[in-house]
Structures are given as structure tokens and as C-alpha cells.
């Protein structure tokens, strides 16, 4: 699906991602953690294609990013950002169908519309689908957005990969495993998701594999039982942790300052 080698981006002081490989293939949940400022969001963004630095190879589907058609790689991954524009003057529903942009040029066709409807359903908003997007909440305007990126990658093209930069935020517990629900429906159907977690816990349920980044630099990347290790995770954290079997589902419970 997606692979690299030598993952690197540097400002004039340091690397803020430091010789990373990474790989994941169709079909997979990937976690990316670590600590505040690890290097998480950059690697997003170089994987992304949204920024970039030379001499980095990021092959998606096998192809590298230059060599996509700019009209047609949008229908095949797409971004949810943790950073959103908070004023837009228009109604959610505008919002949501700003996902269709890249297929149609002027007027939106019935499957479009459909496809909207189907967005704002799946992330409760379809009660606010003719308000204006500026007098929503918080975690409100990140449903509109999280909706909006949904709607982008509903098509049949086969593996698609979707970005998910902290979309946790600002969400309730009840939208929050929503949300997860919905990564965890989309991988289902042989597709990717490679998502930024903060919640270790949530993590180890939902990923298939976790990658842990620490000072730009990859520690481990394997399936959670793995990766969630409490001599790793309290020497990376710095803040000691006992990590347990959940009683209800097997995964790796955390439980920290213990």
C-alpha cells in the first residue's frame, strides 16, 4: 500500500524524523504513538504527501507520489487534520460536500448528494446538516470534517488510504468508538488507515499494528501485544506503568502511575 525507506526530515537545527522504514499493506489498522513532540504528526504529513524534503522515496500503491495524476490521487487517500479552519461561512452540509470536490467541476450529481447524506449519518450530524458550520461546538465542527474526508474516499476504487491525524479529539466517549467503528468498517473492506493516537488503550483495541515513535525516530512497529510493553512504554513516557490483559477482549490494558 504504502512503503519508504529512509524517512527523513530535517530543519536547520535537528531531524524531526530521523531514518525511518516503514511498510503497511491493504486491509490494516496502523497506530502511530509516542510522546508529545516524537514526530508523530510530521511523519503523517511526509507520508501524506503534504510536505516534503529530498531524497525521500514514499511509494504509494508501488508508484511514487510524483508520478500520480493530481486529479485522480485524491479518490485514492485522502487526510483528516488535526488542525481544521474554525470560520467557514457556510452550513454543514456545504462543508460535508466539499469531500465531492474532486468529482465534479461545477454542480454536484444526485450520487453526490447521496453520498453526503450517507457521511453526515454515519457521524450524527445530519440534524445540523443546515446550520452554519461556525455555531457548532468544538467536537461538532471535527464530525463535520471527519464526514467530510469520508465522503472524499466513497468510491470503488479498491485499496484506499486514509490519514487520521488525532481525530479523537474534542469527541465524547460515544463518538469517539464511533469514529473507530467506522476506521475499523473502512479496513474491513481491504483499505488503510494509519491514525495518531494518544490513548494507548484505545490503540491497543482497535489497531492492528502500533507504531511507536520517540524523538523522530521509529522504537518498535508490530501488533500491540508487542509494542505495549510496560518497561518500553514507562521508559518512553517517563512515567512508570503496569500493563495487564483486559478482562473483556484480551488486549493490552495500561494503567499508569502504578
Known amino acids: 500500500m504504502i512503503e519508504v525507506e529512509k524517512l527523513n526530515f530535517k530543519t536547520k537545527k535537528c531531524y524531526i524524523i530521523k531514518d525511518i522504514d516503514f511498510e503497511c499493506h491493504s486491509g490494516e489498522f496502523i497506530a502511530v504513538i509516542g510522546p508529545n513532540g516524537a514526530g508523530k504528526s510530521t511523519f503523517m504529513n511526509l507520508l501524506c504527501n503534504e510536505i516534503h524534503q529530498k531524497n525521500n522515496e514514499i511509494k504509494f500503491k508501488t508508484c511514487q507520489y510524483e508520478k ?15 488542525s481544521f479552519t474554525h470560520d467557514i461561512p457556510l452550513d454543514v452540509q456545504q462543508v460535508v460536500l466539499m469531500g465531492r470536490y474532486p468529482y465534479f467541476e461545477s454542480n454536484p450529481s444526485p450520487e453526490d448528494l447521496e ?10 450530524i ?3 446538516k443546515n446550520t452554519q458550520y461556525n455555531h457548532l461546538s468544538g467536537g461538532e465542527k471535527q464530525r463535520v470534517h471527519l464526514a467530510r474526508v469520508l465522503a472524499q474516499l466513497n468510491n470503488n476504487i479498491e485499496k484506499k ?4 491525524d488525532e481525530p479523537l479529539n474534542n469527541l465524547d466517549v460515544l463518538h469517539q468508538h464511533n469514529t473507530l467503528q467506522l476506521i475499523k468498517e473502512f479496513t474491513s473492506k481491504g483499505n488503510t488507515a494509519i491514525v495518531t493516537i494518544h490513548d494507548l488503550n ?13 524523538k523522530g525516530k ?10 505495549l510493553q510496560e518497561e518500553l512504554l514507562s521508559k518512553i513516557y517517563q512515567f512508570p506503568c ?7 477482549n484480551n488486549n493490552p490494558l495500561i494503567l499508569f502511575g502504578t
Open 68 to 82: 500520480w495524476c493530481t486529479k485522480e490521487l485524491p479518490k485514492h487517500k485522502t487526510k483528516f487534520s488535526q
Open 115 to 124: 453520498v453526503v447524506a450517507q457521511a453526515m449519518a454515519s457521524l450524527d
Open 126 to 128: 445530519t440534524k445540523y
Open 161 to 164: 488510504l486514509f490519514f487520521l
Open 202 to 214: 484505545i490503540a491497543g483495541q482497535y489497531a492492528d499494528k502500533i507504531l511507536l515513535l520517540d
Open 218 to 227: 521509529k522504537i518498535k512497529y508490530d501488533k500491540p501485544s508487542i509494542v
Open 242 to 248: 503496569k500493563v495487564i490483559t483486559h478482562p473483556l
